[in-house]
DNA sequence: CTGAAAACCTAGTACCCACTAGGTTTTCAT
DNA sequence: ATGAAAACCTAGTGGGTACTAGGTTTTCAG
């Protein structure tokens, strides 16, 4: 694990990639990365190709198996790196309560236009769910961690008595989660007559007493 | 489609098997359908193979090919097997409104001594999602007659008075659906930290007033 | 400019895939 | 009992898989 290269260790300006690789290596695993996670989307792990995603970057087998040594190491390293970007992009490090139910639904419109990683994720976090899934644990992980941070979330509006009589912030948690991956599945099957946040939006607003509408409203 | 060879055209009890398949062939079938359907439910379509499914049964491929033309038609008959049993065991023709949705808190129950089915169909929806794939139509079409079965229930329900207000039977359905199949996948992750059948309750009693608890409450 | 490592390639390994051709064995209606 | 078809097999085809061994080309620090 955290075996990649680049990461200079930040001497002087002039100092950069400490023995380790050239200037344009950090781009061409960017490149492989983005190849990786697109073939991984569509075709699931087990049946996507190291092929496949060295044909997209224009590399052979080979030569993509010199930036990632195993096919297993690829998965990891899109796994981690779609991880950071989301976590970006939900700043959750700072929102709390109804702050960070908000940014969820705003996630949701965000994923609206990337049906590349809803994707990704839809089919393998169904395909881990095998024990002998190289993702497994890291869904196992994910799943705790999601659900752990939500629920402090609905805890937190609750305390504040925006929680309806009757919901529980552990069952609330569940229930967002497994609405918003259900969801998921029967939008990429039919992207049009699905509305995402929409139905998102719906729940929150049936289990609490807020409003949770974003900036503009559906069609 | 539906070129299964049995099925006898019913005309003296003597009559049987129309100059077609031997007496033991369904029971074969019968095996090779088991055996697919785990392979499929654990590795999903793609990366399952025909190999594993033969083996299963003690036949060849070349065996097993001989019973189901091509590894797409053995898929087929998988899932259209698999859904005339769930309709069984829903008795769907008759149930409707509250009886309909009391009947999904039952199959939810039911699926919990089924991981393999639920794994089967997990795996299988997210992967068909890609409009290539051999069950994305079946997949389409399943969808649409579930939820059209489901918005019927709730607009019923709707009728006399049973739903709260601002629930659209259309959002609920959908919501229903999505957190069913969400549900499921955390419970494939890890089963005894997830309650399936009450978190369907809790969602239904959310958005109804009336009561959902099955036969025995949850430990 | 040089030389050592990184980047990348060709070629190959050993294996798995769905599927076919054509033969042998088993069933069973006549 | 017999013969024709069903059931099943062996042996392949042409293709794909992850991954390796060992060589060539490119980069770039000293």
Redesign the interface.
Known sequence: MTDTPAAAPAGGPRRGRARGSYAKTEARRQEILAAAFEVFS???Y??GSLKDVADKVGLTQAGLLHHFPSKEALLEAVLTLRDEESMIRLSTAEAKGLDLLRGLVELTCYNTTIPGLV?LY??L??????PEHPA?AY??RR?DWVRGTIVEAFTEVGRQGHL?T???PM?AA??L???????Q??W???NAS?DMP??VV??L???TTEKFQPASGPA
Chains 1, 2 share one sequence.
């Open positions: 569509t075709s699931g087990r049946a994707s839809c089919v976090s169904a395909e881990s769910t095998d497994h869904f196992q799943y309806r009757g919901v529980a069952a569940r229930q989660i497994a609405l918003m991956d259900g969801l599945v029967q990429l099957l039919d699905v929409g139905e719906a729940f607003e049936a289990i």
